[in-house]
T-cell receptor, first 116, second 112 residues
Framework: NAGVTQTPKFQVLKTGQSMTLQCAQD?????MYWYRQDPGMGLRLIYY???????DKGEVPNGYNVSRLNKREFSLRLESAAPSQTSVYFC???????????????FGDGTRLSIL | SQQGEEDPQALSIQEGENATMNCSYK?????LQWYRQNSGRGLVHLIL?????REKHSGRLRVTLDTSKKSSSLLITASRAADTASYFC????????????FGTGTRLKVLA
């Protein structure tokens, strides 16, 4: 039982390059999330998917796009990478969404992305 | 600014001592969760307390919630070196969204 798996673990890009961060969960969770973590900023929500077929913006969506490919997979794409997007990116999932939010989130171990 | 702000930012204690960290938030919440993050790893859920609860226990963890002061505290009793990590509070807004707002974290170091 792997939980939430993120690939790649590390990546270095040049400004202007594009890439897709992959995330897959094997817990049959409905909701999935992408966060970025920067020093002194805590985690900030980029996008989330309440259920298969739906996505919505979080706090810091600019410069990113997402795809909820199926129930298991939720990818994050940087179309034209900028140095300000250097960060650690975390994917998370929870059993079911809903405004009560009474479900713990399960996190992957992150993708460390550097943009030169 | 962050919905949740942890205090202190960093804490260093001896093994066996208790560690207390606090979280303040700005708006009404439905629930509040605490997470632990070991260096280089993802966050791990520790405990959830609902807005109608005042205190909750899980093993060596004790969480309190004071909605009138918009604050929560996490107490780790009899700390161990393995408790060395960063601790974050997260709030789910009661405005009907799926969004969690995380605080900036408390870095706890337990010295053996």
């Amino acid at each position: 039982n792997a939980g939430v798996t993120q690939t790649p673990k590390f990546q270095v890009l040049k400004t202007g390059q594009s890439m897709t961060l992959q995330c897959a969960q094997d817990m049959n969770h409905n909701s999935m999330y992408w966060y970025r973590q920067d020093p002194g900023m805590g985690l900030r929500l980029i996008y989330y998917s309440a259920s298969e077929g739906t996505t919505d913006k979080g706090e810091v969506p600019n410069g990113y796009n997402v795809s909820r490919l199926n129930k298991r997979e939720f990818s994050l794409r940087l179309e034209s990478a900028a140095p300000s997007q250097t960060s650690v990116y975390f994917c998370a999932s929870s059993e079911r969404g809903g405004w009560t939010g009474n479900q713990p989130q399960h996190f992957g171990d992150g993708t460390r992305l550097s943009i030169l | 600014s962050q919905q949740g702000e942890e205090d202190p930012q960093a804490l260093s204690i001896q093994e066996g001592e208790n560690a207390t960290m606090n979280c303040s938030y700005k708006t009404s919440i439905n629930n509040l969760q605490w997470y632990r993050q070991n260096s280089g790893r993802g966050l791990v859920h520790l405990i959830l307390i609902r807005s109608n609860e005042r205190e909750k226990h899980s093993g060596r963890l004790r969480v309190t919630l004071d909605t009138s002061k918009k604050s929560s505290s996490l107490l780790i009793t009899a700390s161990r070196a393995a408790d060395t990590a960063s601790y974050f509070c997260a709030t789910a807004l009661s405005s009907g969204t799926y969004k969690y707002i995380f605080g900036t974290g408390t870095r706890l170091k337990v010295l053996a």
